[in-house]
Nanobody, 120 residues
Framework: QVQLVESGGGLAQPGGSLRLSCAAS????????MGWYRQAPGKQRELVAT???????KYADSVKGRFTISRNNAENTVDLQMNSLKPEDTAVYYC??????????????WGQGTQVTVSS
């Protein structure tokens, strides 16, 4: 079995910072692409940032220059450093990962989500 567990959400003021972390655990053979998505109330889930195994990153236009995605391949973790936060960044943030299990197939896995609220 494979699990993704996020941490680090919470309340921040506009202009503030938060750091999200996500750890993959379980019967893992390989982790390829990892990423962060978010879903605000009444809206569809949207991509925030992704990172490949070799460190190539991609960002949504709305977060470029403010958010930074990084990963630790040895520990199967992915982080999202969020700076200059805006109220419109308020959402539930989810991490996902492309994981091949030991003795099992490749599949995409999602974390349970962590709430980020940006408000004064």
């Amino acid at each position: 079995q494979v699990q993704l567990v996020e941490s680090g959400g919470g309340l921040a003021q506009p202009g503030g910072s938060l750091r999200l972390s996500c750890a993959a655990s379980g019967s893992i053979f390989r982790v390829d692409d990892m990423g962060w998505y978010r879903q605000a109330p009444g809206k569809q889930r949207e991509l925030v940032a992704t990172i490949t195994k070799d460190g190539t990153t991609k960002y949504a236009d709305s977060v470029k220059g403010r958010f930074t995605i990084s990963r630790n391949n040895a520990e199967n973790t992915v982080d999202l450093q969020m700076n200059s936060l805006k109220p419109e960044d308020t959402a539930v943030y989810y991490c996902d990962a492309d994981i091949t299990r030991k003795y099992g197939p490749q599949d995409w896995y999602w974390g349970q989500g962590t709430q980020v609220t940006v408000s004064s």
